[in-house]
Each structure stands twice: as structure tokens, then as C-alpha cells.
């Protein structure tokens, strides 16, 4: 859980998005954008789906289907996407 945590808090400080609105039902492009990164960087690191999910009230399976479709952004590199996603990596290799 500690992982899935510092994830959400590097993607919430690299967004600029305050960590309540992750679990909110705002689909606003900021927002999903956050939430795509959040679920890329949980299983690049070794975040279980049900884990990262429920740290966002989601279910399993829209965590799944939110990895897919962030990844392919990320395979065309979308640039919102790979600068959310850069940011944020550079937090987290801050942080240790």
C-alpha cells in the first residue's frame, strides 16, 4: 500500500490536483490524465490492479481498462501523457 500511496501523492503534486479528486467521479481531461499516469506508474512499480483501484475508489477493472488505454497514449507518445508521466518520475526518484 505505501508504493500505491507515493504514486498517487507524486502524480497528485506533479498534476496539480489535489488527491481528494482522484477518487471523485470528475472525468475532466486533467483529471483522467492523473488517474491514467497513477495507474501506468502502479504497475510499472509492482502495484497490484486491486490495490491501486481501491487506493482510488475505482474496481479492478477499470483500473485495467484505464492502464490499456494509458498505455497506448503513451506508445503514441501523447504529450500531456508523457510529460504527466516524466514529472512525476522525476518526484518519485526524488523521494527515493
Same mark, same amino acid.
Given at each position: 500500500?505505501?508504493?500505491?500511496?507515493?504514486i498517487?501523492?507524486?502524480v497528485?503534486?506533479a498534476?496539480?490536483?489535489d488527491?481528494?479528486? *482522484? %477518487?471523485?467521479?470528475?472525468?475532466?481531461g &486533467?483529471?483522467?490524465?492523473?488517474?491514467? /499516469?497513477?495507474? !501506468?506508474?502502479?504497475?510499472?512499480?509492482?502495484?497490484?490492479?486491486?490495490?491501486?483501484?481501491?487506493?482510488?475508489?475505482?474496481n479492478?477493472?477499470?483500473?485495467?481498462?484505464? *492502464? %490499456?488505454r494509458?498505455?497506448?497514449?503513451? &506508445?503514441?507518445?501523447?504529450?500531456?501523457? /508523457?510529460?504527466? !508521466?516524466?514529472?512525476?518520475?522525476?518526484?518519485?526518484?526524488?523521494?527515493?
Amino acid at each position: 500500500m505505501k508504493k500505491a500511496e507515493e504514486i498517487l501523492e507524486a502524480v497528485a503534486e506533479a498534476s496539480g490536483i489535489d488527491k481528494k479528486h *482522484f %477518487k471523485s467521479v470528475a472525468r475532466t481531461g &486533467d483529471i483522467a490524465n492523473a488517474r491514467g /499516469v497513477y495507474f !501506468l506508474l502502479c504497475r510499472k512499480y509492482g502495484v497490484k490492479s486491486r490495490l491501486a483501484s481501491r487506493l482510488v475508489s475505482r474496481n479492478t477493472s477499470v483500473a485495467r481498462q484505464t *492502464f %490499456k488505454r494509458y498505455q497506448e497514449l503513451l &506508445d503514441v507518445s501523447d504529450k500531456k501523457v /508523457v510529460t504527466l !508521466l516524466e514529472k512525476t518520475q522525476g518526484i518519485l526518484s526524488e523521494k527515493g
